[in-house]
């Protein structure tokens, strides 16, 4: 699709300046980094990492903030805006606009006669939906994506290949599972039996009972598990956005717009605060709270629960400064010793003497 420069500047709330240059002003085609965008391409700017980058682009606009507006080429159009990565994704949205497969059950997709789907949603082939299940408006279900029994899938969502929402459990409205996504399987929870049944100890199952409940407008990655609950609900609140690979253990509240990146885990019972930020394979333990806003940097652990709007990083986790005090430190720990070594030797040798 084309769409002029004046249309997308009206769409993305932006205010426009042409370049000189004539060819800047044709349709723009497409979206595009900065070192690979040509003529017809819009691009973005808003780290100064990629400052020369910018200098050197070819875009035929740069969507750009108001600070940096003086740094764009003549030969490119400038948009510009409050928030330029936001900006970006639209027009990203607007040059990828979403395919949606048309509204129907497909032959081979395996629908219980129980089940209740709504005429404008799309069971693609292979996809199952259990007994007294509820497909919203609008969904869609690709192949192989299951929504067992008695679950509730809102509108507008997306369950790509393999993704399952088990029983009972609840999704709200847009929301998107990707690839072999698991919402309600099982939590952890064992009990460890002394006793047995007579063949000597084991670890004795106990029954996840609960659920597991996904708000509005909530992403969950591929192979990305979210367990249901021992009692109760294990919930992600509205607008939380989770990347692959992560787990989120039965009981967990996740609050709203939180983000949790790849390999990160929650174990059982854990608060999340709203606008939380676990980097990427981040451990936190069981029956913590995390207040509001709280970050955490890659690969921390931790044990301990942490105020609103704390920055924290390690293993285990501590204030990021005191944390970067002591990285830069940790070098230096060999010569110190080494230096330790020598007075104590030093100081060994003066007493001897007597002095």
């Known amino acids: 699709m084309a769409i002029s420069l004046a249309e997308l500047a009206t ?22 980094p900065l070192e690979d965008a040509g003529p017809s391409q819009v691009s973005f700017f808003s780290n100064a990492r990629y400052k020369a980058a910018l200098l050197a682009t070819r875009a035929g606009a740069v969507i750009v903030g108001e600070d940096d507006a003086g740094l764009v080429p003549a030969t490119a159009a400038r948009l510009v805006c409050a928030q330029p990565y936001v900006a970006f994704a639209k027009a990203s949205a607007i040059f990828h606009p979403e395919v949606r497969p048309a509204a129907g059950v497909r032959a081979g997709a395996i629908v219980d006669a129980t ?10 082939a292979g996809a199952i939906v259990g007994a007294r299940a509820v497909i919203g408006a609008g969904t869609v279900l690709h192949p192989s994506a299951c929504v067992l029994d008695d679950a509730r899938v809102g509108a507008g969502c997306t369950l790509h290949a393999g993704a399952i ?13 990707q690839p072999n996504c698991v919402v309600g ?34 992403e969950l990655g591929a192979n990305t598990c979210v367990d249901r609950a021992t009692l109760g609900e294990t919930v992600i609140g509205r607008g939380v956005k989770v990347d692959n690979l992560v787990q ?9 717009l939180s983000l949790l990146v790849a390999q990160s885990g929650v174990s059982g019972s854990t608060t999340l605060g709203a606008g939380v930020i676990l980097a990427g394979q981040v451990g936190v333990v069981g029956h913590l709270k995390i207040g509001d ?18 920055p924290v990083r390690g293993a285990p986790a501590i204030a990021h400064r005191e944390w970067l005090r002591m990285s830069a430190a940790l070098p230096k720990v060999p010569e110190l010793i080494k230096e330790l070594r020598r007075l104590e030797k030093r100081v060994a040798e003066l007493e001897k003497k007597g002095t």
Do not use: Y
């Not at 806003?293 to 704390?310: C, H, I, K, T």
């Open 293 to 310: 806003g709280a970050r955490v940097g890659a690969q921390s652990g931790v044990s301990r629960e942490l105020a609103a709007g704390a």
């Open 115 to 124: 089940a209740q789907i709504d005429a404008t949603a799309a069971i693609l």
């Open 165 to 177: 929402v088990r029983e009972r459990c609840v999704l709200g409205d847009r929301v998107i599972l």
């Open 185 to 218: 399987s099982d939590g952890f929870g064992f009990a460890f039996d002394l006793e047995g049944d007579g063949d000597g100890p084991l670890h004795r199952k106990i029954p996840q009972a609960g659920i597991a409940r996904i708000d509005d407008d909530v």
């Open 11 to 32: 769409r993305l709330s932006a205010r426009l300046v042409l370049a000189p240059s004539s060819l800047a002003e044709a349709p723009l085609s497409g979206v595009a």
């Open 248 to 256: 989120i253990a039965h009981n967990v509240q996740v609050g709203p």
